[in-house]
């Protein structure tokens, strides 16, 4: 019987940036941004078609209508995407 490794919390924290602001002087220039810090213990998904799931998912908010766009995947394309889910909370700066 496999023994599981202890479950990690993790922090990933994303930003994005919305754009320049630019004074007279350089050292008044500054940027709009957002960002948001996750935390939680992520678990790795392995069945096939949830990771296919949450991958459509994660393609049309980016680019809504996008994925019967794309030609179909495969497997060797499929087993080399990490999917991860989790439990956690978030907290947007």
């Known amino acids: ?4 490794p202890e479950a990690q919390k993790v922090c ?4 994005t940036l919305d754009g320049l602001v630019l004074a007279r ?14 935390y939680g ?9 949830e990771k296919r799931h949450h991958f459509e998912r994660f393609i049309n908010k980016i680019s809504p209508g996008r994925w019967p766009q794309l030609r ?3 497997r060797q394309r499929s087993a080399g995407q990490l999917g991860c889910s989790g439990s956690g909370w978030m907290r947007r700066q």
Do not use: C, I, Q
């Not at 019987?1 to 599981?4: D, I, R, Y």
């Not at 213990?41 to 078609?49: G, S």
């Open 12 to 15: 990933v924290t994303l930003a």
């Open 25 to 38: 002087s350089a050292f008044h220039h500054s940027v709009n941004y957002r960002s948001v810090m996750v």
């Open 72 to 74: 179909a995947g495969n």
């Open 41 to 49: 213990v992520p678990e790795a998904v392995t069945d096939p078609a």
């Open 1 to 4: 019987m496999a023994v599981k």
